[in-house]
């Protein structure tokens, strides 16, 4: 079943942190980065897709899953 963790919960606030600035800063970035020959809104997304999985690690949704998932192949 599903068991609240602290350090998910912290480790989740982080990493959408992170993202949050990076969104934040995505054409510096991007500029120091990329060179200034990708997209801006390339960067853009990750920074999005980071601050979704940040979502998801906050709730210790992939922990879940991945336990779901073993205990299916492995049993208990």
């Given at each position: 079943?599903y068991e609240?963790?602290?350090?998910?919960?912290?480790?989740?606030?982080?990493i959408?942190?992170?993202s949050a600035?990076?969104i934040?800063?995505?054409?510096?970035?991007?500029?120091a980065?990329?060179?200034?020959?990708?997209?801006?809104e390339?960067?853009?997304?990750?920074?999005?897709?980071?601050?979704?999985i940040?979502a998801?690690?906050?709730?210790?949704?992939?922990?879940?899953?991945?336990?779901?998932?073993?205990?299916?192949?492995?049993?208990n």
């Open positions: 079943m609240f963790s602290p350090a998910a919960l912290i480790w989740g606030i982080i959408m942190a992170l600035v990076f934040r800063f995505h054409r510096q970035i991007a500029d980065i990329g060179g200034g020959l990708g997209s801006y390339k960067y853009k997304l990750y920074g999005l897709i980071g601050v979704g940040g998801l690690m906050m709730f210790n949704i992939p922990i879940f899953l991945l336990t779901l998932i073993a205990n299916m192949f492995f049993g």
